[in-house]
């Protein structure tokens, strides 16, 4: 039978850590110090991406090339999507050209699961909407773990724009599954109980609107882009960076260990300050984006793998 890579949410510890750990096997082949694997010799993948995007579209395509595959990549601009063509025919016209899998990104929450459903060959949530964004939750968790080692009982952070983050979620459902704790931190309007995400609120999951309160006690934080597009800029203020910015101030406040993650694109000056962006030792955003190449292609090398498609 085949099988998807749809969310984070319902995978088991040991399902979690084995990618982990094929991630960070794949890693001196993501740096370019050992060369590339063959296991996708004479295949082709399809890259659906119905949304923006610069890292996860191009770390899938060089994914697939670090595994000796072949890659084309689908967006809204000159594809029959701009005649109506929908999500799920544009999927069985890709899969009718025979190639071994589709990773797909769509406004759409749940439309990779739809898609799974209708086609034959794996398919990847590549993020759909506000719902997850599975790659960038396995990137985070390699990242966290290079730097902090066994995340259990660590102290994550992830600030800003819960509400409308695919990031977020995948992020939350993977610490928890490996049981380290996590604080939502953010306005009310981004940040609440109610929110379908934080609906788990338990030991390892707790919620503050201040920031500056728990700082000192994080061992990572992962900062969230304003979604704008999601229509986030009409529930915060034009104080955000003076409340949740990681400014220069803030940063100095963070334990000496402690590293510093954003999924990217970053609005600088907003969620995080130039200097720290680029000066502050526990920066480890280019790093998460090495790791996002690793990941993919641990996630293609666990779908693939078996297949004769
Ligand atoms: N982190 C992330 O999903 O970035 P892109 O939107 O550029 O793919």
């Known amino acids: ?35 590339r694997k063959s296991l996708l010799d004479g295949r082709v993948v399809a890259n659906l991406f119905f949304e923006d ?8 395509e060089t994914a697939v090339h670090r595994l000796g595959g072949q890659v084309f990549t ?26 071994g899998a589709i990773v797909i990104r769509t406004i759409i929450s749940g439309g990779p699961a739809m898609v799974a459903k ?20 396995l990137l985070d968790l390699v990242t966290l773990r290079e730097s902090l080692g066994n995340l259990a009982g660590k102290r994550i952070g992830i600030v800003g724009d819960i509400a409308n983050s695919r990031v977020a979620h ?19 309007t981004l ?3 109610n929110q379908s995400k934080v609906t788990k609120l338990n030991d390892h999951v707790s ?52 590293i510093v993650l954003h999924p990217g694109p970053m609005n600088r000056g907003i969620e995080i300050d130039d200097t720290v962006a680029d000066e502050h030792g526990g920066i480890r955003i280019l790093r998460q984006v090495t ?12 779908l693939l793998g078996s297949s004769k498609v």
């Open 291 to 302: 790791h996002g190449v690793a990941a993919r292609m641990a996630v293609l090398e666990n």
């Open 74 to 99: 689908l967006t809204s601009a000159g594809s029959s999507t701009s005649k109506g063509e929908g999500l799920i025919d544009t999927a069985l016209n890709v899969e009718a050209m025979g190639v």
């Open 170 to 188: 995948s992020a939350l459902q993977g610490l928890t599954i490996l049981g380290a704790h996590v604080i939502l931190i953010g306005p009310p």
């Open 207 to 258: 919620i503050t609107h201040d920031l500056d309160s728990i700082i000192e006690q994080l061992d990572a934080i992962m900062l969230l882009r304003i979604q704008t597009e999601r229509g986030a800029n009409t529930g915060i203020s034009d104080d955000y960076r003076t409340i949740y910015g990681l400014t220069q101030e803030r940063a100095k406040r963070l334990q000496p260990h402690a």
């Open 191 to 193: 940040v609440n109980s």
């Open 118 to 137: 209708r086609v034959r060959i794996p398919v990847i949530n590549a993020g759909d909407g506000r719902h997850e964004h599975p790659t960038q939750g």
């Open 1 to 35: 039978m085949k099988r998807d890579f749809l969310k984070i949410e319902g995978l088991s510890q040991n399902e979690l850590l084995s990618l982990l750990d094929a991630a960070e096997a794949n890693l001196p082949i993501a740096e370019q110090k050992q060369p």
């Open 53 to 60: 995007s610069t890292r996860t579209r191009c770390s899938f």
